[in-house]
């Protein structure tokens, strides 16, 4: 089973940056599509960026121009790059990963990591 840990949260102010980092370990065969996501104290886990094996990126309006999702690289590591981050974007942020394990593909999900923007 790929077990996923992220880092790279903190307090930042308001124009500040972040990047965030996931690492994949244990055993699989390759993964598949990659994301992250964010949670706000009460509400639900919200997309925030992904990208599929090709390559192809999708990001949620708000962070389109300012956040770049990367790929799982040769050390098994993914990033979000945010830039000119805004209270707004205060949350725990969650990578997440399709899995192919051969016979059968599996979600897996970081602890999560708290971002903090100060106005």
């Known amino acids: 089973q790929v077990q996923l840990s992220e880092s790279g949260g903190g307090l930042v102010q308001s124009g500040g940056s972040l990047r965030l980092s996931c690492a994949a370990s244990?055993?699989?065969?390759?993964?598949?599509?990659m994301a992250w996501y964010r949670q706000d104290p009460g509400s639900q886990r919200k997309l925030v960026a992904e990208?599929?094996?090709?390559?192809?990126?999708k990001y949620t309006d708000s962070v389109k121009g300012r956040f770049t999702i990367s790929p799982f690289n040769a050390a098994n590591t993914m990033y979000l790059q945010m830039n000119n981050l805004r209270p707004e974007d205060t949350a725990v942020y969650f990578c997440?990963?399709?899995?192919?394990?051969?016979?059968?593909?599996?979600?897996?999900w970081g602890q999560g990591t708290q971002v903090t923007v100060a106005s």
């Open positions: 990208i599929s094996s090709g390559g192809t990126t």
């Open positions: 997440n990963a399709n899995v192919d394990a051969g016979d059968y593909y599996y979600t897996t």
């Open positions: 244990g055993t699989f065969h390759a993964i598949d599509a």
